[in-house]
């Protein structure tokens, strides 16, 4: 007898092969990356990188004696801060790739190191009141709030973290 077919009006063409086909819903669009997120990948990156040079500097000259006598510090709380210090920066450079990827980990947990790192250079500079490196805890401040401001800044950094 006979088959039941379904027949829209007007009839379709078939799709063509590179064409969208029609009924389909548009496949969303991902946020490009906004300028500041690229920047603050970029100094996030340059930090770990230097936090990694610092550690294994610690640790190559924790036996000196001019080192220990300016930090006031023994070899073995140096070799320590070292190890913490370079692990802290591997962990940094890690999580930049992912700043330049969306990755609200990363972003949370850089700005959680950015915090810390601000709180400590704050304590650093009142215990260094009246010494020569007061400007380098108020530089470490200034970076840090650099980085925060850079990772929360705008409805477009918003759209870009929100989507990863």
Known sequence: MGETRIVSYPPQPPPQPGYPVTGVPPVPVSAP??????????????????????????????????????????????AV????????GAVILLLSFGLFGGSRLSRGVIAFISVVRM??????LILAIGSDVWSAFLVEIGVGLLVLILLYAGNRTKAFFSRG
């Open 119 to 124: 709180a400590l250079a704050v304590v650093g």
């Open 81 to 88: 801060s070292g190890g913490v210090i370079l692990v802290i």
């Open 33 to 78: 990356r906004p300028w500041n997120v690229t920047l603050v990948a970029v100094i996030a990156f340059l930090l770990g990188l230097l936090d990694v040079a610092v550690g294994v500097g610690a640790l190559l000259y924790r036996n000196e004696v001019q080192l220990q006598d300016q930090l006031g510090l023994n070899s073995a709380n140096i």
